[in-house]
């Protein structure tokens, strides 16, 4: 009998300790994963995305000579246009060169080598630049937003 009883007590105090050696455990929280950085896309240069335009492409050549013809200022791929929002008619832009400012459709500037950075936040087609984005056109005349002039 005593044995019997030494048996049960051992057993009980193995029971009891390896019981709370579980609980301790899993009282234990487990570390929070850290959240994964949200990629920024990266941003092609002007020179990169001028570099993809078909060979003997005349750079601004619609653009200048819409300029010239409807306001006889000479535009040239040196200069960049500024556009400070939305005209009063739709897919109008206000745009700024030099200090010359004129409400026009956004098509006019569409042109191979245009240099665009966005004043006022603006809307081209179905995408809203944000205000200091830069932009030109790619190889098939879509707006691109490039990282810089360089």
């Not at 019981?19 to 455990?25: D, E, L, M, N, V």
């Not at 899993?26 to 994963?33: C, F, K, R, V």
């Not at 850290?34 to 060979?55: D, F, K, M, Q």
Request: proline letters at 7%.
């Amino acid at each position: 009998m005593r044995f019997a009883r030494r048996n049960l007590l051992a057993i009980v105090t193995i029971a009891v300790l390896v019981s709370s050696g579980c609980a301790a455990q899993s009282a234990t929280p487990l570390p929070t994963p850290s959240p994964l950085p949200t990629p920024v896309p990266t941003l092609p240069s002007y020179s990169a995305v001028i570099s993809t335009y078909p060979a003997g492409i005349k750079m601004c050549a619609k653009m200048g000579d819409w300029f010239q013809g409807a306001i006889g200022f000479n535009v040239t791929c040196d200069d960049v246009v500024r556009f400070g929002g939305a005209g009063k008619k739709p897919g109008q832009v206000v745009a700024h060169i030099g200090t010359t400012g004129i409400e026009v459709s956004a098509d006019v500037f569409q042109d191979y080598g245009v240099k665009v950075e966005v004043d006022v936040a603006t809307s081209l087609g179905s995408t809203t630049y944000p205000v200091g984005a830069k932009l030109t056109v790619d190889n098939g005349l879509n707006w691109i937003q490039v990282s810089s002039w360089g």
